[in-house]
């Protein structure tokens, strides 16, 4: 019976050490570090190229006339009559408003007086100027009396010369009481009324040459940082209203200085045959006819930050990895970016999926990727 007991011992013995074995394998497998694979992203790229592209930058503006000038009196007077209203159509000569004439007219008669009596005192000086000769031939007469008659006919004929001129300019001061056009034009705005007092020089009227016209643009200071100052570049005009009426024109002027409320410069373009329905203050869009020099295009999806900095994820074909590049950009579009430096042709960029990336990750082209 003992030799079974010990029998019974070493069983219970041997079943309890396999316990304890099947008990620490676990645990010494759970101490070994197993590394997992490496992650494989999948990703677009495009291959990039560098090339001219249309520059489509656009501004609104307005149509105005390339000459308005500020018609107004050469004298002042009260307005008894304004012959024009804003839209109609003038020649050259044609009346626009006059001005009250009575005290122009008593001027005048004034003047023609003046005329008269210097003329009757010229007379008289040239008459005793005569005399005086005789006298002084016969030495009836002293020397200095005949300088005296000299001295008074040279005095009137001053005298009826000033008055001359005088009632030449009662004359022109009468005529100035008449505002006329000075050349043929059409009336864009008025700005005084009948019964109204003016001064010399105030405007009445505003009149505009119709068949010189110039679409008028404020343009960010932007636009300018890649052009020369004596470039003239095309520009397509059209109707804000009607896209399809548009005329083909050309920078004639920009603004040397910016506007001190916006800080924009106002460009004028000059139109070619601009249609009829570009009247004057019409609402219009122009876009410049040129190209960029060569540039490099990227989706908008592209553009990483790096720092607060736009960046580029470019895919090394070798090692199938993406690296971090940091790009400069020229301008922001719609749905587009414009790169200007950072990027060389050939390279492959990452388009969809660049949030997710890290340096030197190893990263998979999906169907239709370019590479």
């Known amino acids: 019976m003992l030799t079974a007991i010990k029998r019974g011992c070493g069983l219970g013995r041997l079943l309890w050490l396999l316990l304890l074995a099947s008990t620490v394998s676990p645990l010494s497998g759970c101490g070994e570090a197993v590394a997992p694979p490496p992650e494989i992203r999948p990703v677009r790229t495009v291959v990039v190229a560098a090339k001219p592209i249309d520059d489509d930058r656009q501004a609104v503006g307005e149509i105005r006339p390339r000459q308005e000038s500020d018609i107004g009196f050469q004298v002042g007077g009260k307005i008894i009559s304004r012959a024009v209203d804003v839209g109609v159509s003038v020649k050259k000569g044609d009346l626009l408003a006059r001005l009250d004439e009575q005290d122009f007219q008593n ?58 001129a005088a009632l030449d300019l009662a004359k022109d001061q009468l005529a100035y009481t008449e505002l006329k056009a000075d050349f043929d034009g059409i009336v864009t705005a008025v700005a005084a009324e009948p019964g109204q007092v003016v001064s010399a020089g105030q405007t009445v009227v505003k009149l505009a040459k119709p068949d010189q016209v110039d679409a008028v643009f404020n343009v960010a200071e932007a636009a300018f940082r890649d052009r020369k100052a004596a470039e003239r570049p095309a520009v397509v005009v059209s109707l804000l209203s009607s896209p399809s009426i548009a005329a083909d024109g050309v920078v004639r002027e920009v603004s040397p200085v910016a506007d001190p409320a916006t800080r924009t410069y106002q460009v004028k373009v000059t139109l070619d045959n601009p249609p009829i329905a570009m009247r004057f203050g019409a609402s219009v869009l122009g876009r410049l ?61 990452v388009t969809a999926g660049v949030n997710r990336l890290r340096e030197g990750q190893k990263v998979r082209l999906v169907e239709g990727a370019a590479s």
């Not at 210097?118 to 005793?128: G, P, W």
């Not at 009396?145 to 001053?158: G, L, P």
């Not at 607060?308 to 020229?330: F, I, N, R």
């Open 107 to 164: 001027k005048l008669r004034s003047a023609k007086s003046d005329v008269v009596s210097a003329d009757a005192v010229l007379l008289e000086a040239q008459a005793t100027e005569a005399r005086q000769v005789e006298l002084v031939d016969k030495g009836v007469t002293t020397r200095a009396n005949y300088d005296a008659a000299v001295k008074n006919r040279r005095s009137a004929e001053a005298q009826l010369e000033a008055a001359r």
């Open 289 to 349: 006819k040129a190209t960029t020099a060569p540039v490099i295009v990227l989706p908008g999806s592209a553009l990483f930050d790096q720092g607060g900095k736009p960046a580029v994820w470019v895919y090394d074909k070798a090692s199938s990895t993406v690296t971090l590049h940091p790009v400069q950009v020229a301008r922001f579009e719609t749905d587009r970016v414009v790169v200007s430096e950072g990027l060389k042709d050939g390279d492959v960029v």
